[in-house]
């Protein structure tokens, strides 16, 4: 997942940790814990063991574990085999991989397309 076109990890919730609030950060942002508030970076990564219960707005999106909540990415959602999304999901590339759970809708945009998606209610994609 890390290259050296990608961006370095900033922040990070360990896998014997909870968070609750918001955070905006730059870089690579992973859960392998519990986070309960919406989180807004360059890159999210949710471990296999992490659980998200909130909203993401990123460049690219990486579920390994759970995630309750919206995501709007600039380029790609990638929901591995192990990924469950209970939400709504915008992005230009979508990949899922088979045994992968996602319950919601998605809306894949053009590359060129500018549209401005607000997501429904939270309350709506709480499982």
Do not use: C
Request: hydrophobic share 35%.
């Amino acid at each position: 997942m890390f290259s050296k076109k990608s961006e370095k990890l900033e922040a990070l919730v360990g896998h014997q940790s909870e968070f609750k609030g918001d955070i905006v950060t730059q870089g690579t942002f992973r859960v392998d814990g519990k986070y309960e508030g919406n989180i807004t970076a360059d890159w999210v990564v949710i471990g296999e063991k992490g659980t998200v219960n909130g909203d993401i707005i990123a460049k690219n999106v990486v579920i390994g574990g759970k995630l309750s909540g919206n995501i709007k990415a600039e380029e790609l959602v990638e929901i591995k085999q192990s990924g469950q999304i209970y939400g709504e999901i915008v992005s230009r590339k979508l990949s899922i991989a088979e045994g992968a759970t996602f319950e919601g809708r998605s809306l894949v945009q053009k590359e060129d397309s500018n549209n401005v998606v607000n997501f429904p209610a939270k309350e709506a994609a709480s499982k």
